[in-house]
């Protein structure tokens, strides 16, 4: 007895090949592994600009959408236009699956970026960064180096500084390559009399004995109350290289409400504790209208800066960054690109699959 078939068209065919690669990736992307880029220099040079990583959700445990209606394998935009790939109309609270350990100190983080406040968390701007303290630690920079808890907390390796670099002539571009320092690296003053250069204390120890270089000064901000740095410079007269000491919110722990706390951590419970009617006056926090004498957190939150200490923008200016807002562990390179080589020698083969530290 023979049966007929139905063949399917090699349109069909593909159709089913497309549905299946996307929920796939959609799947692989959302559960263990989503591929990430360094678009600047502020982990450098721990992590350099033309990076291409993964980024792990599984140690930290995968975070669940918190925002479902979106377009698959997009993020904030469909490709290669302004258009919104998402709705927001559902929005589920945050639930994070087990994953094999907590962000610990010194973890490289990838996170959204708190403040960006016009997208939902899932959505906001993915950044990396070093998570210098964790929950409960006390954060303090002095003299452009941080401390932890009192103590000088570990450096990376590859943690560059900003120096002021005088020299008696111009130098040349292939001058600075033989000290691998690239383009995006050292800026001339307006004067001509020398450099403004990022690189490693090894790096510069090497420059300072060139016979052109007649002086190297780390930069260091002499200026107290900054303005711009969180949560008032201007106030705690607190600048990015002398900052602190602030402690880090953990989840439960319960602050009294003084006017300094209020000035430090309004900011935090008005943004990311998820209260509706929150509001700070006059060295006073009101919630719901109603004066509260204290404050116990409701997340763990983690303070994050870059390895190009002198020349990021981190949580010195943007404040801590809230558990639900964590996305992942850089775990290791899979390609890098030097922008300013052409051809193969844009390949830096030598950090292809190396872990990340």
């Given amino acids: 007895m023979s049966k007929s078939t139905n063949k399917k068209s090699a349109a069909r065919e593909w159709g089913d090949a497309l549905i299946f690669a996307v929920v796939a990736a959609s799947l692989i992307r959302w559960l263990l592994l989503e591929p990430f880029t360094i678009p600047t220099a502020s982990m450098e040079k721990s992590l350099l600009v033309g990076d291409f990583l993964f980024v792990s959700k599984m140690h930290y445990g995968t975070r669940f959408p918190m925002t479902p209606l979106q377009v698959p394998l997009t993020h904030q935009k469909v490709w290669g236009s302004e258009i919104p790939s998402y709705s927001d109309a559902i ?27 016009q997208y939902p968390t899932d959505l906001k701007t993915n950044y990396i960064k070093r998570a210098v303290g964790i929950s409960g630690d006390i954060i303090e920079v002095r003299n452009g180096d941080a401390y932890v808890n009192n103590e000088l907390a570990e450096k990376p390796s590859e943690m560059q500084y900003s120096y002021d670099v005088i020299t008696n002539r111009p130098l040349t571009e292939d ?171 844009k390949i830096r083969w030598s950090r292809i699959f190396s872990g990340i530290n």
């Fill in 91 to 117: 929005q589920l609270p945050y639930y994070r699956l087990p994953g094999f350990s907590d962000v610990q100190r010194n973890d490289v983080v990838v996170f959204n970026y708190p403040v960006e406040f």
């Fill in 175 to 345: 001058f600075f390559k033989d000290y691998e320092i690239n383009p995006d690296s050292h800026l001339t003053f307006s004067d001509g009399s020398g450099y403004m250069v990022f690189a490693t204390e090894e790096v510069m120890n090497r420059l300072e004995s060139s016979p052109v270089v007649t002086s190297v000064t780390k930069r260091i901000e002499k200026n107290k109350g900054d303005s711009l740095i969180f949560p008032d410079g201007l106030a705690l007269g607190w600048s990015r290289d002398n900052y602190g000491p602030l402690q880090i919110p953990a989840k439960d722990w319960t602050i009294q409400m003084t006017a300094d706390n209020v000035l430090k951590y309004s900011s935090t419970i008005l943004n990311y504790e998820g209260l509706e009617n929150v509001e700070a006056k006059d060295g006073q926090l009101f919630i719901d209208g109603q004066k509260v004498e204290s404050y116990t957190f409701k997340q763990n939150y983690y303070f994050m800066m870059g390895d190009n200490r002198h020349d990021s923008l981190d949580s010195r200016y943007w404040g801590f960054v809230p558990e639900d807002h964590i996305v992942g562990k850089a775990w290791f390179l899979w390609l890098s690109l030097d922008k300013h080589e052409s051809m193969f020698s």
